[in-house]
């Protein structure tokens, strides 16, 4: 199939349904045909992704295509020039369709939270996909994208994947470059992809992966390609107590998805082998205290004076700065902004900041701990299937709480891979997580690619 003829299918199938779902904030029409059209006649060697039609969450920037955050306080600022990201995406031959929607700077579980609407899931649009990447979740599900990049802070890319039945990456922090890419949490921020398949998957992240002298925190490791394999004879899987037979809030039918899960790898050859993550209770009050925190100091540049929309006459400097960002800031930034500023302040720093950091070192010290017996860790990547529109939007903690399985390997600078292992009663999808030792990409995804042609069957 030509690129021409793949970017016309996705361009149809947004305009077939991007109104009832929500997945795009910036539909790149015009581009994205030229685009094509140009890759068709060029008579170089294809790159790896030649022609394949790929959307891009709207907190990573794309040069002179409208730059969100799915907030009201970027709305109009065009960027520049392009994420390493995207730069990579491009030089690799994909063809960019659009910019996806997602919860106001990434803050949310359900895209629910965007200053332009939310976005619905594709396999029951009264429910939510997932946040804060469900644009590109969505995007990739109702097939208006061959893949999407989407960015992970506690969760972002693997629940959404999860509650959209497609495969997600978090790859290790600092693997990725997050040049070009809105701030939300600097220490725990990555960018990763979402297909519909694992190899799809590893398609894209071998060309996203690599150093970047444009991030201080790129991480010169070298990327080992990946191996695949039909069995998974010596391989050691783990099972964190604390993820499944322990854990609180999991739906049942989510535990027997996890369990099945085991078996398959366990009929492959792996070696199942029980794991504790004792601080890993720990790991929303830690997560929610380092996050906000670095929100805090990252937003702060959004005060209408610097950086931003501004409000119209203000009477006073004080009031230039409290009503531009009360007016262009939703409910939920301002919250974790309010929270992190009071986590940061005198007298409490310590208290809960810096607390919070050293949980964060105790949980990361588990995972080391378990590396000794095991290579890889396996457990569910979300609590609950996906929920209906508006029924946690106003309950900020029990959104929160969604987060208990995915921010662990966040705070620890893991990879993680969201894999999806069939479907609930109401076929509504279910994903296993899987936690890989640091920089090993490779295997995991090896794994993840076993796991779900295990269950493809189920899972389509």
């Known amino acids: 199939m030509t690129a021409t003829a793949r970017t016309e299918a996705c361009l149809g199938q947004i305009a077939a349904r991007d109104a009832e779902l929500g997945a795009f904030l910036h539909v790149a029409t015009d581009a994205a045909l030229a685009r094509a059209a140009a890759l068709d006649a060029q008579t170089t060697p294809p790159g790896p992704l030649h022609g394949l039609p790929i959307a891009v969450k709207d907190n990573i920037a794309v040069a002179g295509q409208p730059l969100t955050a799915g907030s009201r306080m970027l709305a109009g600022y065009l960027p520049p020039r392009d994420a390493t990201v995207v730069a990579r995406l491009l030089a690799a031959g994909a063809v960019l369709v659009g910019k996806t929607n997602l919860d106001e700077f990434g803050m949310g579980s359900s895209t629910e939270r965007s200053g332009f609407g939310p976005t619905r899931n594709p396999l029951d649009p009264a429910r939510v996909p997932g946040g804060s990447s469900g644009g590109s979740a969505a995007a990739v599900a109702a097939d208006m994208a061959w893949a999407a990049l989407g960015t992970d802070t506690g969760g972002s890319i693997r629940q959404p994947a999860a509650f959209c039945g497609l495969a997600g990456l978090k790859p290790t922090y600092g693997r990725v470059s997050r040049s070009g890419v809105v701030a939300y949490a600097s220490s725990l921020d990555q960018v990763g992809p979402l297909a519909r398949t694992v190899r799809d998957v590893a398609r894209v992240y071998a060309v996203l992966a690599g150093a970047d002298p444009l991030d201080a925190t790129s991480a010169d490791v070298p990327v080992t390609p990946v191996q695949w394999r039909e069995d998974l004879a010596g391989l050691r899987i783990g099972v964190a107590r604390e993820h499944l037979d322990a854990a609180e809030g999991l739906d049942p039918a989510i535990h027997a998805r996890i369990t099945a899960a085991l078996a398959a790898l366990q009929a492959r050859g792996a070696t199942i082998v029980p794991v504790t993550l004792p601080h890993t209770r720990h790991g929303i009050a830690a997560y929610y205290l380092v996050a906000t925190a670095e929100a805090s100091a990252n937003l702060s540049r959004y005060d209408g004076l610097r950086y931003g929309q501004r409000t119209d006459r203000p009477p006073t400097l004080d009031a230039l700065y409290t009503r531009s960002r009360g007016e262009a800031l939703g409910d939920e930034v301002q919250r974790r902004i309010l929270l992190g500023t009071f986590a940061l302040s005198a007298g409490f720093q310590d208290a809960f900041y810096l607390k919070a950091c050293r949980v964060r070192r105790k949980i990361a010290e588990d995972f080391q701990t378990a590396w000794h017996v095991c290579d890889l860790l396996l457990g569910p990547t979300s609590p609950v299937a996906p929920w209906l529109l508006g029924e946690k939007v106003t309950d900020p903690l029990a959104m929160y709480l969604m987060d208990a399985f995915t921010v ?29 030792r640091p920089f090993d990409e490779a295997t995991l995804l090896a794994v993840g690619d076993v796991l779900q042609r295990a269950f493809a069957t189920e899972a389509a």
């Not at 999806?420 to 076929?427: C, F, K, L, M, T």
């Open 408 to 436: 662990g390997p966040s705070l620890a600078g893991l990879p993680a891979l969201s894999v999806p292992v069939g479907v609930d009663a109401q076929r509504l999808p279910i994903g296993a997580q899987l936690i890989g």
